[in-house]
């Protein structure tokens, strides 16, 4: 016996209604982003003098400007190589614990999920004052180095150790 959607009034404007709010949402928190992104392509001039959503005559100057700049480009470099290198490390990192901890049977093992459960109920900021001790320690503040070695450390504080929710379960063990 095949069920038949229900299509009387009521139905249909509750998901009218439901869908008119999704919109509404979308477009408030959407709006300022495409307004941010429309002011990209107007001159200085033209921003000052009136606000309109759709630039009158786009241009590609302040774009060509940021590209052009040598210290931008070099700050997007160094973002790049802090990122990729702060997440393999992570995930390495990250994996291998969560795979210890998640399916390698150990004396103290719920210990260290209870301290790790323990950690995540702190805010971020309080490891910080530690962190920078260390960082101060080891004589890399300030450069590239400390951000690689500071991010996996408050990223793993937050989120646990990794992805081992990705990692299948051995047989016998639900």
Do not use: K
Not at 118 to 145: C, E, H, W
Request: charged share 10%; proline share 6%; glycine share 6%.
């Amino acid at each position: 016996m095949n069920a038949q959607p229900p299509t009387n009034l009521r139905h249909i404007l509750s998901r009218g209604l439901f869908w008119l709010l999704v919109l509404l949402i979308a477009a408030y928190t959407m709006l300022p982003f495409f307004y941010a992104i429309s002011i990209s392509f107007r001159t200085n001039a033209q921003v000052l003098v009136q606000a309109r959503y759709l630039p009158e005559a786009p241009t590609l100057v302040n774009y060509q400007n940021l590209f052009s700049d040598r210290a931008f480009m070099n700050t997007m470099l160094n973002s790049a190589v802090v990122a990729t290198v702060t997440v393999l490390l992570s995930l390495v990192v990250g994996s291998f614990a969560a795979y210890a901890l998640g399916r390698v049977e150990f004396r103290g093992r719920m210990g260290v999920l209870y301290l790790v459960l323990a950690m995540t109920m702190f805010p971020q900021i309080s490891v910080l004052s530690g962190l920078f001790r260390i960082v101060n320690d080891l004589g890399i503040y300030g450069s590239t180095l400390s951000l690689m070695f500071t991010y996996p450390h408050l990223h793993d504080a937050v989120h646990g150790l990794g992805p081992h929710q990705l990692l299948p379960r051995p047989a016998g063990r639900d």
